[in-house]
């Protein structure tokens, strides 16, 4: 049965974790003590909802998380040091702290611990998220007990509305550009100039008017959108800051 925390504090538990070359011994002081941080559990390094979703959505809202007032955000899951130092190089996570629980003591310590056997993952973390306040735990969203993998309550989202209703999030901004395209060049340097911090999707000439066509219905790059909105070409964004 699933254990709901709250109230008490986490497991006293150390880390191995491998930084460079070298060992190094992490304790839940280290992690924890005098410090407010953002937990979020799942079940596998590369595993398909962890990596596209639960894990680049915390990343992404990193810096509304520490305006408002959280000191680390910690990605645990029942791996060991090495194929977490490679999922972080493969992911953006550089505002997260991939922490290997190899051993499953603080899962287990959690009463998070599940047997994914069937599936040849043995011992794993069931998806959880949480917040902690110098070492006790304030506030847990476990997902619910049911078949496969479920999703629902330990997201980022879910999270940041519990700790700060109003908080900005970043905003979401797609360039899709072409190589050597002066006016996508602008583009960007003028979404830079306003704050924004854009991805670029550059197109080669093969299936350019095709992509772009069918997400925004024009056929000239850039084409830029902003929070799922199109606002269009270089005129038009220029026209949406003026």
Same mark, same amino acid.
């Given at each position: 049965m699933l254990q709901n925390r709250e109230g008490q504090r986490v497991p006293n538990v150390t880390? &191995?974790? #491998?930084? !460079?070359?070298?060992?190094? %011994?992490?304790s839940t002081d280290d992690l924890f003590k005098n410090k407010t941080v953002v937990v979020f559990s799942l079940p596998g390094a590369f595993t398909p909802t962890c990596s596209s979703t639960h894990l680049p959505r915390y990343n992404e809202l990193a810096p509304a998380f520490f305006n408002a007032g959280v000191?680390? $955000?910690v990605c645990v899951s029942v791996n060991d040091t090495f194929v977490m130092n490679e999922w972080a190089k493969d992911q953006e996570s550089a505002n997260i702290t991939l922490l290997p629980d190899g051993n499953g003591d603080f899962t287990e310590g959690m009463g998070m611990l599940v047997d994914k056997r069937d599936l040849g993952f043995g011992k794993r973390s069931w #998806?959880? =998220?949480m917040l902690v306040k110098d070492g006790v735990v304030e506030k847990m969203f476990v997902e619910p007990q049911k078949e496969g993998d479920p999703f629902e309550v330990s997201d980022a989202? +879910?999270?940041? %509305?519990?700790?700060a209703p109003q908080a900005k999030k970043p905003d979401q901004v797609v360039v899709f550009s072409k190589p050597g395209c002066p006016f996508c060049v602008e583009a960007k340097a003028l979404l830079a100039d306003k704050g924004y911090d854009a991805i670029e999707i550059p197109l080669e000439h093969k299936v350019r008017g095709r992509v772009i066509g069918a997400v =925004? *219905?024009? !056929? +000239?790059? &850039? %084409?830029?959108? $902003?929070? *799922?909105?199109?606002i269009g070409g270089l005129e038009d964004l220029k026209a949406h800051f003026a």
């Open positions: 880390f &191995p974790v #491998r930084q !460079g070359n070298d060992w190094k %011994q992490v000191d680390a $955000i #998806r959880y =998220s989202d +879910t999270m940041l %509305q519990f700790m =925004s *219905g024009k !056929g +000239t790059a &850039p %084409q830029v959108f $902003i929070n *799922g909105a199109l």
